[in-house]
């Protein structure tokens, strides 16, 4: 017998090596679009799960719990989807006002929003309340006097940009 073999005969091992063959998990063999819509079904959590539970296993669905989280960020306000803790970002360099839009679209589906108070946040919060504290004190000293008058960010470039010539 030579090592020579026909076509028919390989084709009949290959059918006899592959009668027994199952794919290790339910999401093995699918396309990237095919997976993109199991992940919008399922969720991503449930979709990763999937994912590693192999054939003999049972897979249960669990709800998703997602909460959404918003924060400023370096070119505008930024948007995450935390689904089971799993931090996603969902929408980034939104302005106020779209930022808005967003919000009110997904308080409409029920889901949990939180502001996330960033450093440079907290250090302008922080900094503020010192303010207010400083004048607190100052108008307890010397109650006829005059606050300063309070000027805008705006206001404040303008005034820095008055010099500029090109």
């Known amino acids: ?63 998703p719990v997602h909460q959404i989280e918003y924060y400023r960020g370096g070119r505008g306000w930024a948007v995450d989807l935390l689904e089971n803790g799993k931090r996603q970002t969902f ?26 108070e960033t450093e440079a946040e907290k250090q302008d919060r922080l900094e503020q309340q010192l303010r207010l504290e400083e004048r607190a004190r100052r108008l307890e000293t010397n109650p006829t006097e005059k606050d300063p008058p309070v000027r805008s960010a705006r206001f404040d470039i303008l005034n820095n940009l008055k010099d500029f010539r090109l």
């Open 91 to 116: 929408k980034a360099r939104l302005s106020d006002n779209q930022l808005r839009i967003v919000l009110d679209a997904i308080r409409k589906k029920g889901v949990p929003i939180r502001h996330f």
């Open 1 to 63: 017998m030579g090592d020579d073999l026909s076509e028919d005969e390989i084709q009949r091992m290959a059918e006899k090596l592959l009668a027994g063959y199952q794919p290790a998990s339910a999401l093995s063999g699918l396309d990237p679009e095919e997976m993109r819509m199991a992940r919008r079904l399922l969720g991503r959590s449930n979709t990763e799960r999937l994912s590693i539970t192999g054939r003999d296993e049972r897979f249960k669905y669990r709800r």
